[in-house]
């Protein structure tokens, strides 16, 4: 798929090496075309100069056909702001951005903004944020058979009891993740739009539950 970054500091050089050799696609926008010499001789994706919420800037990074966003530039205003544009304005709906004070992201993701803030940030969590059904398991057993995963929910899920969830798509939902906090299930939990859940399940059956849990659920017979 293809993916924009905002950013090419050494997360978003980073980033964009990981995911072209994962066989993906990437722009990467900065401002400054010094910037660009953070990525290697042998990149081929696009470099586009310029600030990632200007909209001329942002199609010509590809954005209309991208299946993810990742704002992580130096401002955190810069991040948001070129997210909420690529959500709303262009329709991505799977955006991240990086924001340097914790005390802002609470408020960015009930603008439903996924933020990472600098004091968690890994590649690894970003990645796990855009490539929900390629990324490596939060945790696998020894024999490699059991995984602790990440999944991301088709929005028609919302308003479902989490017991019920795992009754219809057979598997167990270990913890969800609400604003940034780890909750535990209980009988009464519903999923709310932002949540991420986190399931246990046989690493052979992860490509059955993501596929069931991006779609809507079926009517019950």
Not at 96 to 103: G, N, S
Request: glycine share 8%; aromatic share 4%; charged share 25%.
């Amino acid at each position: 798929m293809h993916i924009v970054i905002m950013g090419c500091g050494r997360v978003g050089s980073t980033l964009a090496h990981i995911l072209e050799d994962s066989g993906h696609s990437v722009a990467i926008i900065d401002r400054d075309p010094q910037a660009f010499r953070r990525l290697r001789a042998g990149f081929r994706g696009r470099r586009v100069t310029g600030v990632g919420f200007d909209r001329d800037v942002l199609i010509e990074a590809g954005v209309e056909s991208a299946a993810a966003f990742v704002a992580v530039s130096s401002g955190d205003n810069s991040n948001i702001i070129s997210a909420r544009v690529a959500r709303e304005t262009f329709g991505v709906d799977n955006v991240v951005a990086r924001i340097y004070d914790p005390r802002r992201a609470e408020v960015y993701q009930r603008l439903g903004i996924p933020t990472v803030a600098t004091v968690r940030w890994t590649a690894d969590q970003i990645l796990r944020r855009i490539l929900p059904e390629g990324a490596e398991p939060l945790w696998r057993d020894p024999t490699g058979t059991v995984v602790l995963a990440e999944v991301t929910v088709h929005s028609t899920w919302i308003g479902t009891r989490v017991v019920d969830l795992e009754h219809r798509v057979r598997t167990r939902v270990a913890f969800l993740n609400r604003m940034g906090e780890a909750l535990t299930v209980t009988e009464d939990t519903v999923v709310q739009e932002g949540d991420v859940l986190h399931v246990i399940a046989a690493e052979n059956d992860m490509d059955r539950i993501n596929k069931v849990l991006a779609a809507a659920p079926e009517e019950d017979e």
